[in-house]
């Protein structure tokens, strides 16, 4: 197997930590996505779509979309569980994954993509909507906040998929999206901490 | 169980059609996002992200995310199967339940939202943001076609939930962000047309 990957980029990091977690070694090679090296005839005849990451698979087929590829390496390899051993954890986690993505790292995204000069010119770009996709940020880590209370993790007892998702949105938040995590989110502190000193937040 | 459903929204519709291809009967509660009913603390500590639609499991807890409910009901009555039948195949279906998802139902959400009076007041509305998700729901539709070509359904040699979400997404787009489908699609016209008159479309 290979992974079609972009260190700088957050969708990829997310399927990096995923791996890590489960101890695996898969040869990467990087696409590099400022240069638009993901939109190359050759690459797109990988992922029609575009995007990163890309799985390879030693077949040759690609699969594409950071969360589909941890569900096939969940699959093959079952330990550590992070996406639920059952299927009612499986769906709890997946609902706390969705509401991670779609409500915190998707605006973040746009956040980024409508304030920062590199979509300059590759996109349409409205700062002012993107400002409120910043606020959307703060807004979803402070109810992240209030959700977690004294848990230790998002989604279950233990760590899974949907605290990946959580730590790579908040680090693009922090970094790129222009939101730093606020010191009087004690609880979203706390777990932040806990999660950034795993050796897989440095993969 | 019972489902907190509302008719007219998008997201429950992905979960009415999956339930009745299962061939399941559950009962629903219909709360009217139009009213706010999603935003009263009645319903925020069934789902404290405010979504529609939640299950309400049998000892009451509450399940949100459409994507997550459908996992769940999956893995309770796995036939007719539409999530995939091995790792494998539940990484493909994966992958284009969510490009059919985020590259398609999220902009046609984000075009009704920016351009449609229903919102005036409820969101800072860009209306010609707008109109740049609108261009992405039509180039997308575009780019299914060519994906699809003489394939009978998105993601498998059957109907999965890949296929659901794009047909919930297409007549959202239609019906509410100002985006008709071009007859001159053939592919897409055809797998429509197939798709629409399955008995769970009317759900």
Known sequence: MKLYDFTLAPN?????IFIAEKGLKIDTEQVNIFEAKNRTPE?????PAGGLPVLQLDDGFHLAESVAICRYLEGLHPQPNLMGKDSR????IEMWNRRMELNLFAPAGRAFQHTNE???????QFPDYGATQRETV???????DAQLGNRPFIAADRFT????????????????AGVKLDPA????????QTVS???????
Not at 138 to 144: A, D, K, N, S, V
Not at 185 to 192: A, S
């Open 43 to 47: 690459f797109l005849a990988k992922n």
């Open 161 to 176: 998929i949907a605290d990946i998702t959580a730590l790579v949105a908040i680090d693009f938040a922090a970094g790129f």
């Open 185 to 192: 989110l004690k609880n979203v502190g706390r777990w932040h």
């Open 138 to 144: 703060t807004q979803q880590i402070q109810w992240l």
């Open 12 to 16: 990829p990091r997310r399927t990096r």
């Open 197 to 203: 000193s795993r050796p897989s937040a440095k993969a």
């Open 89 to 92: 954890e499986q769906a709890v």
């Open 118 to 124: 590199l979509f300059n010119g590759r996109i349409k």
